[in-house]
């Protein structure tokens, strides 16, 4: 319960260790949803952390300044009605990945990767917004000892997030994955 506890005060909880339905990569024709991402770039944004060692000061300072930049771009493309995909694995498996639909910035829906509603907005899937995900990078860099993210290249929300909570202590790894960004037309 210790465990469990660590993942959650640091803001990268849960885990699906099984797999589940792939994810849907394309709206329905006129269901309103477009991709959000010109296929043309690159998906990702590396930070190029790779670290077994804990961050430094300066490390995390540099970081938490990353990722304001980040957030302001994200805000500057404006878009706040979405659906994306989110995968979040530790050593504490508790949920499969989820497809999280928000509007005006609000989550008001999430399905499974099958299209299937789940029966309510749950905890800890629900707090992966896209500002929730920023939000979970600056407490992680601010308490973990590794951290590593990597930014979406078209719109530049944290995509992934990796890291350990105290380099040297077994099962306290984590990560989150954000995906398939889909915007409202």
């Known amino acids: 319960m210790i465990r469990a506890s660590r993942c959650v005060m640091f803001g990268i909880l849960l885990a699906a260790c099984h797999h589940a339905a792939p994810a849907r990569t394309d709206a329905p024709p006129g269901s309103g949803w477009v991709a959000a991402c010109d296929s043309a770039r690159p998906p990702l944004l590396g930070s190029g952390r790779r670290t077994t060692g804990a961050l430094s000061s300066a490390e995390r300072d540099s970081l938490l300044r990353e990722v304001e930049v980040h957030r302001a771009a994200w805000r500057a493309h404006g878009i706040t009605d979405y659906r994306i995909r989110v995968d979040i694995g530790c050593f504490c498996p ?92």
């Open 94 to 185: 508790l949920s499969p990945p989820a497809v999280l639909e928000v509007r005006a910035g609000v989550p008001i829906a999430l399905r499974d990767t099958a299209g299937r509603p789940y029966t309510a907005i749950h905890e800890p899937l629900s707090f992966y917004t896209v500002e929730g995900l920023f939000d979970a990078v600056a407490q992680t860099v601010r308490r973990a000892d590794v951290v590593d993210v990597v930014f979406d290249a078209c719109h530049d929300y944290p995509a992934s997030i990796r890291g350990d909570t105290k380099v040297g202590l077994p099962d306290d790894w984590f990560w989150t994955t954000a995906t398939l960004l889909m915007r409202r037309r």
